[in-house]
């Protein structure tokens, strides 16, 4: 597949909005627990952390909640770290050409790496629907017949298979 330099920069502003919906849906939940949002909460991987220990705090230990929101934020960080690379350190931004992938590369940290189309377009596909997992797992209903957070081995597979949540 031929993949333009505008395909891949509108692929930039996709991984963006969509980063942005993430650190919504964590902070409205972080807002749903605690009753606010306290200060250490600035930027998205404090958002997702304070998450995570407002889950901690507020869910039952014999769920699946603390274990979900543990795998959540630690299959978030590899996702954050390209983010964070295309937003603060973006060096190209190249087409295909040949038989060469289109490539988003950065460098942060005297780290160089690169993304291609391909690898680019799964990420996004994952990360487009995880923002609704925060509240399942936050916010959970145990009465209900079909609650995903009560942990059996039908229940982690369902996270594995519907969220991609590879639970230990």
């Known amino acids: 597949m031929d993949v333009t330099f505008n395909q891949m920069s509108g692929a930039i502003g996709s991984l963006i909005l969509i980063w942005s919906r993430i650190e919504r849906s964590a902070r409205d939940d972080v807002v749903r627990l605690l009753g606010f949002l306290p200060a250490k909460a600035h930027g998205i991987k404090a958002v997702i952390g304070t998450w995570e220990d407002a889950v901690v705090e507020a869910q039952q230990a014999d769920t699946l909640c603390v274990l979900l929101a543990a795998t959540l934020k630690s299959q978030l960080q590899g996702q954050l770290d390209i983010r ?9 931004i190249m087409g295909s050409v040949g038989d060469a992938p289109a490539t988003l590369s950065w460098e942060l940290n005297c780290l160089k790496r690169s993304i291609s189309w391909e690898e680019l377009q ?11 997992a925060f509240s399942m797992i936050s916010n959970p209903d145990l009465q209900r017949l079909d609650c995903r957070v ?12 519907e969220w991609g949540l590879h639970l230990p």
């Open 84 to 92: 964070n690379g295309i937003c603060h350190g973006l060096i190209g």
């Open 122 to 132: 799964s990420s996004l596909g994952w990360l487009s629907k995880i923002h609704f």
């Open 150 to 161: 009560i942990d059996t081995d039908e229940n982690r597979e369902w996270w594995r298979t």
